[in-house]
T-cell receptor
Framework: DAKTTQPTSMDCAEGRAANLPCNHS???????VYWYRQIHSQGPQYIIH???NNETNEMASLIITEDRKSSTLILPHATLRDTAVYYC????????????FGPGTSLSVIP | NAGVMQNPRHLVRRRGQEARLRCSPM?????VYWYRQLPEEGLKFMVY????????ESGMPKERFSAEFPKEGPSILRIQQVVRGDSAAYFC?????????????FGPGTRLTVL
């Protein structure tokens, strides 16, 4: 079973920030938070990951709470092409720990 | 730097035939993962391989399914005697380090249709 819980679906207006929450209350000290997304019919795409500090790259920002029990992925200016299913995953930074995808959040960006 | 390549992109088989799905990881990656996605469902882990070794096959059905990642050449996911329930998208991913230690990069998938 996935170790994370996410809302099933969300809407966001085009041009606004999309904030996608994720709960991972049982996360352990050596587990990272990863975000992937899957645009319809395509292979999943890596977005960002972090351990405890907030992270930012050209695609998104990741905000992790101080207790690490939840995080938020922020797409600062959502476009129609950001419509996808977004997966939040926790994974150990050791070998041989398979990645388990939950159902994710289906984000619809609305014109 | 070419990404993860999968072929064929679409595969049609009749019940009872064999399906062979190929995955070429990104250059320099020695870890390969296979996932299955049934229609309208999420990604399910099947198997994790390193060169010439199966590390974790806990998600792979015990019968009819097998996977390999030889020293030379692509990783192969083989499904023998396919049934309609095998119809799905099969995604391959690769990483530079081991599972959980580095980002997994996914291929475009192979869509298998069993008639």
């Amino acid at each position: 079973d996935a170790k994370t819980t996410q809302p099933t679906s969300m809407d966001c207006a085009e041009g606004r920030a999309a904030n996608l929450p994720c709960n991972h209350s049982t996360i352990s000290g050596n587990e990272y938070v990863y975000w992937y997304r899957q645009i319809h019919s395509q292979g999943p795409q890596y977005i960002i990951h972090g351990l405890k500090n907030n992270e930012t790259n050209e695609m998104a920002s990741l905000i992790i709470t101080e207790d690490r029990k939840s995080s938020t992925l922020i797409l600062p200016h959502a476009t129609l092409r950001d419509t996808a299913v977004y997966y939040c995953i926790v994974s150990r930074k050791t070998s041989y720990d398979k990645v388990i995808f939950g159902p994710g959040t289906s984000l619809s960006v609305i014109p | 730097n070419a990404g993860v390549m999968q072929n064929p992109r679409h595969l049609v088989r009749r019940r009872g035939q064999e399906a062979r799905l190929r995955c070429s990881p990104m250059k320099g990656h020695s870890h390969v993962y296979w996932y299955r996605q049934l229609p309208e469902e999420g990604l399910k882990f099947m198997v994790y391989l390193q060169k010439e070794n199966i590390i974790d096959e806990s998600g792979m059905p015990k019968e009819r399914f097998s996977a390999e990642f030889p020293k030379e050449g692509p990783s192969i996911l083989r499904i023998q005697q396919v049934v309609r329930g095998d119809s799905a998208a099969y995604f391959c991913a690769s990483s530079l380090e081991g599972a959980g230690t580095d980002t997994q990069y996914f291929g475009p998938g192979t869509r298998l249709t069993v008639l």
